[in-house]
């Protein structure tokens, strides 16, 4: 059985940081893409960042470009999201995925097959 599940959300003051992370079990991470999305109330889910099946290569999104980092721990199976900087406009519910997108799919929430349950991240003072 296939078992994403996030922890590290909170709350935390605007400039702060978190980290998430994304203990994965029943598949392997080295064969899978990997990502992280977000949704706020009302809106869509949104790409986050992502790193693909092979490589070091990884991706943002603008919003987040420069304040967040991806990295993955092959060894431990397990997906991490650094924030540093939040801002009250990243609160939302943060999810990770897996799944084998090519490079023109990424971003896109049905290019991943695997979905954890989400972990809560709000940013207020």
């Known amino acids: 059985q296939v078992q994403l599940v996030e922890s590290g959300g909170g709350l935390v003051q605007p400039g702060g940081s978190l980290t998430l992370s994304c203990v994965v079990s029943?598949?392997?991470?080295?064969?899978?893409?990997t990502a992280w999305f977000r949704q706020a109330p009302g809106k869509e889910r949104e790409f986050v960042a992502a790193?693909?099946?092979?490589?070091?290569?990884?991706y943002y999104a603008t919003a987040v470009e420069g304040r967040f980092t991806i990295s993955r721990d092959n060894a431990r199976n397990t997906l991490t999201l650094q924030m540093n900087n939040l801002q009250p406009e990243d609160t939302a519910v943060y999810y990770c995925?897996?799944?084998?997108?090519?490079?023109?799919?990424?971003?896109?929430?049905?290019?991943?097959?695997?979905w954890g349950q989400g972990t809560q991240v709000t940013v207020s003072s």
């Open positions: 995925a897996a799944g084998r997108p090519i490079l023109s799919t990424l971003r896109r929430a049905d290019a991943y097959t695997r």
């Open positions: 029943g598949l392997s991470l080295r064969d899978y893409g």
């Open positions: 790193r693909r099946q092979s490589g070091a290569n990884t």
